[in-house]
T-cell receptor, first 109, second 115 residues
Framework: NAGVTQTPKFRILKIGQSMTLQCTQD?????MYWYRQDPGMGLKLIYY???????DKGEVPNGYNVSRSTTEDFPLRLELAAPSQTSVYFC????????FGQGTRLTVV | DQQVKQNSPSLSVQEGRISILNCDYT??????FLWYKKYPAEGPTFLIS?????DKNEDGRFTVFLNKSAKHLSLHIVPSQPGDSAVYFC??????????????FGKGTHLIIQP
């Protein structure tokens, strides 16, 4: 099993550009999450989904959008990148404990 | 207003000794607590969890203790090994979302195991 797979691993964006962070899991988990981790901080929840077609905002949703058309995929969209979105992004799926992807390191310049 | 607090940014322990990592929480609605281990450039890895109906859970070298009245939990690692050097995150779930709405994390404690 691959677990939770995130792409890309690294990306540099210019201010105002848009991009989609991809996340897919092969464990058939209903619950999926996007977190961001800023330097020296814990992970903060951006969006979550409890199943295909159902998404909801977490603690820091501004500037992001998500969709969940299948159980496996949970992409995160940045429409107008800002320097404040420079962070490491983690996707996770959950049964009991959460299983995390390896992260996407995003820099907005 | 941090709901999950790890007040020690770092901890240094000698190999073979016990490592004790502490975590405090403020939200009395939390009913499930987890510890994650994170190496640089990797995602967090689930280590051990505990439900609020228990006060102790053990898995090999790792034991988590929960003191609900003090809103405090701790992770004990015995004996500490060099591979345990990592950042450890305490996390909690529950509250109004029933846990489906994700985890609330502390800022982490960097554990350094010295030879």
């Amino acid at each position: 099993n691959a677990g939770v797979t995130q792409t890309p691993k690294f990306r540099i964006l210019k201010i105002g550009q848009s991009m989609t962070l991809q996340c897919t899991q092969d464990m058939n988990h209903n619950y999926m999450y996007w977190y961001r981790q800023d330097p020296g901080m814990g992970l903060k929840l951006i969006y979550y989904s409890v199943g295909a077609g159902i998404t909801d905002k977490g603690e820091v949703p501004n500037g992001y959008n998500v969709s969940r058309s299948t159980t496996e995929d949970f992409p995160l969209r940045l429409e107008l990148a800002a320097p404040s979105q420079t962070s490491v992004y983690f996707c996770a799926s959950r049964r009991q404990g959460s299983f995390f992807g390896q992260g996407t390191r995003l820099t907005v310049v | 207003d941090q709901q999950v607090k790890q007040n020690s940014p770092s901890l240094s322990v000698q190999e073979g000794r016990i490592s004790i990592l502490n975590c405090d929480y403020t939200n009395s609605m939390f009913d499930y607590f987890l510890w994650y281990k994170k190496y640089p450039a990797e995602g967090p890895t689930f280590l051990i969890s505990i439900s609020s109906i228990k006060d102790k859970n053990e898995d090999g070298r790792f034991t988590v203790f929960l003191n609900k009245s003090a809103k405090h939990l701790s992770l004990h690692i015995v004996p500490s090994q060099p591979g345990d050097s990592a950042v450890y995150f305490c996390a909690a779930s529950g509250g109004s979302g029933g846990g489906a709405d994700g985890l609330t994390f502390g800022k982490g404690t960097h554990l350094i195991i010295q030879p």
